[in-house]
């Protein structure tokens, strides 16, 4: 401030400029201030309109991805529908390879071993009698066996299945059967009702005509086992009731040992039997037949999962360790009792082991299949030596001791050991899980089969023997099968 000339004090140009500066800095500031706000109102505005929009299309794109996936299970849906009802190649080629495998069980396996075990004069008969069943049977089974066995039999379909699949009418060359083609399931099929009238034959060795045993398994498959498969696998009541059978106990060995019991004994022994020596001719035939009906029997029980899938595994693998143990098995009690381990023992052995765990395969785990195998070779050791002896009837083969006891061990210990752990599902399935009353559903199946067979077999064997007689005539037997059934010898 300076004085004036009236004595007033004046401000000079700086303070002036500076107040003035100061005015100037608060309208700025005030104006920037309202601006401020305003900006910031208009950016809440734009953050609110973002927000709102970006919410639009959070939800927008939410509607579309729940279509698109609702679209994706639905498609997923329909296709999987689609999938059921289509061939599966893999299947398929499985299920091509299990059918040669079972068929060579039979040819040539079975006939090897049954002819190793044979005396030498009948070598050539045995041979004769299992080529020709599997030639036989192969047409009987085209013509009416699976129709009888799998086609609906309507208000009888309880017990037998109908006619409308004769000479397999219906069987076209798309036809399915789950994801494989229906012809190769009949195939399938087939070997097992090729190998279940052959295993027959072992009992009445050397003393059957050969003529009168192709007449006899013709009426056996028609009538008793085409109706015992329709049971179990073709929709009849022992699978309504909850047998499990996973690939023949029943159906196939205790269905011919029970025949092969019945028919030793309507025959009658050996010309003789019990004081003669019948031992083997060639144990080592015996066993290359017994290692080829290892090997086919996978195609047998894993074969009967009729996929190719892990269960078919499961069954392959307990298979070979159920086989294995009751080598060891009956090995043991061979060695204990007689002193020595036989080859022919431990081939019988297998052969005990593969039967007994043939209805578990696709039931049990690997420590089940351990215990199988074990109670067979050593009961079917039992059954196959002091209990014939016992009896003293003339199982040439031990068709009886080994498949209809090796079966009926193997289809009550399915009831002791299966397991949901291998079938899927929550309620128990065996007796170890709770469940014991599958034991008795077991045996049921067991009884079923044994009453049906063994009447309905010694009715056939009468039919036959009344129209073509059974036996050969004694001096044609001393001669041996092969030179008097049919015109041949080995050297």
Known sequence: MTPGPNGMLLENKGTKRRKTARRGDGRRAARNKAGGQAHRRHMERRMTDTIEKRGLVRRAALAAATGIFAFAATA??????????????????WMLTATALVLMMTIPGLALFYGGMVRKKNFVAMGAQ???????????????????????????????????NLFLAGLTVDALSGTIPESVFMTFQMTFAIITPALIVGAFADRM????????????????????CHWVWGGGFLGADGVLDFAGGTVV?????????????????RKGFGMENMAPNNVVLTMVGAALLWVGWFGFNAGSQLAA???????MTVTQIATATAVLGWMAAEWIVHRKPTLLGMATGAIAGLVAITPAAGFVDPMGSLWIGLASGVICFIASTSVKRAIGYDDALDVFGVHAVGGI???ILTGVFAT??????????????GNWAQVGIQIKGVVATIV??????????????????????PQEEVDGLDISQHGETIH
């Open 452 to 473: 049906y067979c063994g009447l309905g077999t010694f009715v056939l064997l009468m039919v036959t023997k009344i129209f073509f007689g059974l036996r050969v005539t």
């Open 209 to 228: 005509k050969f003529s009168s045993m192709l007449v006899f398994m013709t009426l056996w498959v028609i009538f008793i086992y085409a109706p015992i």
């Open 409 to 411: 061990v193997g289809a």
């Open 130 to 164: 299992v080529f020709a069943i599997a030639a036989l049977m192969s047409v009987v089974w085209m013509v009416i066996g699976y129709s009888l066995a799998f086609g609906d039999g309507g208000s009888m379909n309880a017990w037998v299945g109908g006619l409308d």
């Open 253 to 269: 060995h205790i269905n011919a040992g029970i025949a092969g019991l019945v028919a030793c004994l309507v025959l009658g022994p």
């Open 76 to 93: 997923g849906t329909a296709l999987a529908q689609e999938e059921v009802a289509e061939l599966s190649a893999g299947d398929t080629a």
């Open 309 to 315: 899938d892990g269960r078919a595994g499961m069954a």
């Open 420 to 433: 949901v752990a291998i079938t899927g599902g929550d309620a128990p399935l065996g007796g170890l899980e």
